[in-house]
């Protein structure tokens, strides 16, 4: 009698134990038996190291305000509503134009570069990274190959024992009973030489993209208190474009000292306008004549450029 009265009590104990919840399916456990939620990825914008070691040159209407880089992309920002101008990576082959995207307010390109040319129709401006940095696209492979082109190469020793001193060595294909066999003498160690290593050139070309030839840069006439005076700057500047000034060519009676540093990233007939017209304020204010056997000559402002004039070097056209 006691058996059948256990035995319903058994059939609901079992009954409420198959309605239990699988215990992997609760929070608490879940971590536990490894049924968490997939992993969140890493939140973007994480700190990185940015170099700003960038000199510019050239055109500040087509430059930018201002380069830095943090290894991997080039940070460009120009001026606010200015249009973005062409730009291209100076490479050894030619100029090679270079892909961005905005990113606020900065362009951003896609890599390092150690050369950066950018032009607006005529103007020109560059801008160079101080310190080399070997660009993002070179794969380790090349890396490895860079590195294992500065690691000396040790000498491959033939031990001795191996070998013994003065006794030959049998060439394969040759019987040793012939009168004719040949041997080869090996008189001590022998050591081996690997071929020297191939320089790995960095600038990888990118499929797909036109190759620019490369177009001579106009020089920047700069002026300033290293040239001493006016008259300093003027000589030095055409011995660079090819222009003749002589001291008989300085038709002024005083000499105007430079107390600034400027630059003129224009042609040289424009830089020395440029120059010049500074004085035209001033108590002698003076202008340049250009000649065209490329002769220059300045005189008073107040005097005009005389092309009948005799006596300029390389005669008078």
């Known amino acids: 009698m006691r058996l059948w009265f256990c035995f319903p009590i058994v059939l609901v104990l079992l009954g409420g134990c198959a309605a239990l919840p699988h215990w992997a399916d609760l929070p608490v456990f879940a971590n536990a038996v490894g049924t968490s939620g997939p992993e969140q990825p890493s939140r973007p914008g994480q700190p990185a190291r940015f170099s700003f070691d960038w000199a510019l040159s050239g055109d500040p209407e087509v430059g930018p305000l201002q380069v830095f880089d943090d290894g991997v992309s080039v940070w460009l920002q120009f001026r606010e509503h200015d249009p973005v101008p062409a730009i291209f990576e100076r490479t050894e082959h030619g100029d090679r134009p270079v892909p961005w995207r905005r990113e606020s307010a900065y362009v951003v390109l896609e890599g390092v570069f150690a050369h950066l040319v950018f032009r607006g129709g005529h103007l020109v401006a560059q801008a160079h990274r101080a310190q080399h940095i070997e660009p993002a696209g070179v794969s380790g492979q090349a890396r490895a190959v860079e590195r294992a082109d500065t690691t000396p190469l040790q000498p491959l020793a033939v031990p001795e024992s191996l070998v013994p001193a003065g006794q030959g060595v049998e060439v394969p294909g040759v019987n040793a009973a012939s009168p004719q066999a040949v041997s ?34 106009q020089p920047v006439f700069a002026a300033g208190p290293d040239d001493g005076t006016l008259r300093g700057a003027l000589a030095r500047w055409s011995r660079l474009a090819g222009w003749t000034f002589e001291p008989e060519h300085w038709a002024v009676d005083v000499d105007v000292p430079l107390g600034a ?9 424009e830089a020395v306008q ?26 008073p402002y107040a005097q005009a450029c005389d092309r009948s004039t005799r006596g300029l070097s390389g005669g008078q056209s």
């Open 184 to 217: 080869v003498s090996l008189p001590g160690p022998v050591a081996l030489t690997m071929p020297a290593p191939v320089a790995v050139s960095s600038v990888l070309p990118v499929p797909g993209l036109p190759v620019v030839p490369v177009v001579p840069v």
């Open 274 to 299: 440029a120059l010049v017209a500074a004085t035209e304020l001033s108590e002698r204010p003076l202008q340049p004549c250009f000649y065209s056997n490329r002769v220059l000559r300045v005189v």
């Open 261 to 269: 540093s400027a630059d003129f990233p224009s042609p040289f007939i």
